[in-house]
């Protein structure tokens, strides 16, 4: 039986549930956010006030029962829950600290940190609103749809100065994810094809000797649009898609940096970094050296495989970085954040022999992407619960198994 009740008796009802919700949640605030809790229940009243007011003036006998209400309520909660997860340890305001990254402070408020895009406010009045520096301060509210909403207010890091030190260093935007574990590779990777890499300038020689290394002056030839810095790169692993058998390109073996000096038909460089010897017919290759100041994580939305690990390892732990066999061509974007899964095994039925079972897939951890190339991309393993290995399958966030 579906007992219906009138809409001047409902809305009495929650009315007064309301005012005890409001006053519990002002006690509990009183300690700490007074503002936040008042304004969620200013909001929630306004709501259920205005909703009320609709039915009241629809003056339909047949509307929809207070149980069927309360059912789509409780669905759409479910929604956002399923949605956005607040971590249970959540502050309400954290102040951010150097050494912090994106993915740290999103992690702090969220239990899914690659979810930072549904929460994050972007204040129109706050120059420059999606870096966030150390001192400022990142505030959790709710939003007029109800959902939890992260929040920018610019502070000013506290710095403490010894009396013979009077000098700072510049305040810079916190990175997405730590630069340590990523440095090595930003300025000294490449993947190209082969009609790319037969593109690109090459050195020539160099006056004293075939081996050029640090501090060495050479020539190279092909530079059609010069640049002030180039690595020097020569061709090395090229990668095959393991799921189709694909070329996908090769990768490029850094052998330093060089600065040019002069052009002309044969553009003059000096070598002034050096990782390895580099030698006539080596390939210059400008590269980018930071990251995007766009990047900050992001639910990824592909599926594909590792198929290479940068660190010359075989098997792959937290912060090793590692090659997919997606990217901008199939829609890989920096701070994509994908779950790395391993495969079920294949076992034997106890029964039966005949019988063979393949046991689902375990989520391994999660990466998130720094470097696209065409057709691969570099990530970054950011969470790991056990050893991931090459072939292990990278899915969407929504798609790795807790």
């Excluded at 082969?194 to 004293?208: F, K, M």
């Amino acid at each position: 039986m579906i007992l219906r009740s009138t809409p001047w008796i409902s809305f009495a009802l929650r009315c007064a549930v309301l005012g005890v919700l409001a006053a519990a949640i002002g006690g509990c605030a009183s300690k700490s956010t007074p503002e936040f809790a008042t304004d969620v229940a200013a909001e929630t009243i306004a709501r259920e006030s205005a909703e009320a007011d609709a039915r009241n003036a629809a003056k339909d006998k047949d509307s929809p029962p207070a149980s069927a209400a309360t059912t789509d309520a409780s669905s759409s909660q479910q929604v956002t829950a399923t949605t956005v997860t607040l971590a249970p340890d959540h502050p309400n305001a954290y102040t951010v600290q150097r050494g912090d990254t994106l993915w740290d402070i999103s992690a702090r408020f969220l239990n899914d940190p690659w979810l930072w895009p549904e929460v994050w406010y972007v204040n129109p009045e706050i120059e420059n609103p999606h870096l966030i520096y150390p001192g400022d301060i990142i505030e959790l509210t709710v939003g007029a749809d109800g959902r939890p909403q992260l929040q920018l207010r610019r502070g000013r890091e506290t710095i403490k100065l010894s009396p013979e030190i009077r000098s700072t260093s510049l305040r810079e935007a916190i990175p997405p994810l730590p630069l340590s574990k990523v440095k090595a590779f930003l300025g000294s990777s490449v993947v190209l094809d082969d009609a790319a890499w037969e593109a690109l300038p090459y050195i020539i020689a160099q006056n004293d000797g075939l081996m050029i290394n640090a501090g060495d002056r050479f020539y190279a030839s092909g530079l059609a649009d010069p640049q002030q810095s180039y690595g020097v790169f020569r061709k090395d692993q090229p990668f095959i898609d393991p799921m189709t058998g694909e070329y996908l390109g090769t990768s490029g073996l850094y052998l330093g940096t060089a600065a040019l000096d002069s052009t002309g038909e044969l553009a003059t460089l000096n070598m002034i970094k050096s990782r390895r010897e580099a030698l006539p017919g080596d390939r210059l290759y400008p590269v980018l050296a930071d990251l995007p100041e766009s990047f900050y994580p992001q639910p990824g939305t592909v599926n594909g495989r590792i198929i290479a690990v940068l660190d010359g390892v075989s098997l792959i732990g937290l912060y090793a970085n590692v090659v997919i066999n997606r990217g901008i061509e199939d829609g890989v974007e920096p701070g994509q954040v994908m779950g790395i899964v391993k495969a079920g095994a294949a076992v034997a039925d106890p029964y039966d022999d005949s019988k063979i079972h393949v046991l689902p897939g375990e989520t391994s951890g999660y990466l998130m992407i720094y470097s696209v190339f065409d057709r691969v991309s570099y990530g970054l393993v950011m969470t790991a619960n056990r050893t991931m290995r090459i072939n292990d399958s990278v899915v969407p966030p929504s798609e790795a198994r807790r």
